[in-house]
């Protein structure tokens, strides 16, 4: 019973680095979903994908790109991590957009 | 700009008795509403959900009471058991074009033995 799954859990990089952060789903979902969390913030919206094929800007997507691979996998991609982007990053999915979603449990990124 | 928020951040109640945790919305057009847990290290977990054609919406243990006069909701939760503890959020759907699902901050719910 897998739901949503993130990989990796945890991840430290460089300034400058880049690197990608990988979700799937296996409940069939058609809409997915990156957010990050931080402190005092709540959960900020990335990007989301409403379809396969489709992917649109969120409320923070600046220094972040996303790839639709399939209706399973979502990815999130940093070019040139910043600081600025030390977060937990939750992926989440649901059956369509405005539907309860769920997420997975977490990439806890952390940027030099 | 519309915004979903939280009264609380810290809640603390004893083991048995019932909690409340409150929500406030600012939108006027919103009309559906979304509950989630989330606990230490985890993702947000859906409790439960309400429509705006509904006051109140009932699941195992848990109330969600909507007042859309003042624009704002609840969630009760009765017997407040230690596993009860963590990060509430309420969650509207349809906030913005470009932000989907805008959360509130979260109250954290503290059961005490």
């Known amino acids: 019973n897998a739901g949503v799954t993130q990989t990796p859990k945890f991840q430290v990089l460089k300034t400058g680095q880049s690197m990608t952060l990988q979700c799937a789903q296996d409940?069939?979902?058609?809409?997915m979903y990156w957010y990050r969390q931080d402190p005092g913030m709540g959960l900020r919206l990335i990007y989301y994908?409403?379809?396969?094929?489709?992917?649109d800007k969120g409320e923070v997507p600046n220094g972040y790109n996303v790839s639709r691979l399939n209706k399973r996998e979502f990815s999130l991609r940093l070019e040139s991590a910043a600081p600025s982007q030390t977060s937990v990053y939750f992926c989440?999915?649901?059956?369509?957009?405005?539907?309860?979603?769920?997420f997975g449990d977490g990439t806890r990124l952390s940027i030099l | 700009g519309e915004s979903v928020g939280l009264h609380l951040p810290t809640l603390s109640v004893q083991e048995g008795d019932n909690s409340i945790i409150n929500c406030a919305y600012s939108?006027?057009?919103?009309?559906?509403f979304i509950w989630y847990k989330q606990e230490s290290g985890k993702g947000p977990q859906f409790i439960i959900d309400?429509?705006?054609?509904?006051d109140k919406r009932q699941g195992q243990r848990v109330t969600v009471l909507l007042n859309k006069t003042v624009k704002h909701l609840s969630l009760q939760i009765a017997a407040t058991q230690p596993g009860d503890s963590a990060v509430y959020f309420c969650?509207?759907?349809?906030?913005?074009?470009?932000?989907?699902?805008?959360f509130g901050t979260g109250t954290r719910l503290q059961v005490t033995l």
């Open positions: 409940m069939n979902h058609n809409s």
């Open positions: 989440a999915s649901s059956g369509q957009l405005n539907q309860p979603q769920h």
């Open positions: 994908s409403a379809s396969e094929g489709t992917t």
């Open positions: 309400i429509r705006s054609n509904m």
């Open positions: 939108n006027s057009a919103s009309d559906y």
């Open positions: 969650a509207d759907p349809y906030t913005g074009t470009a932000s989907k699902l805008t």
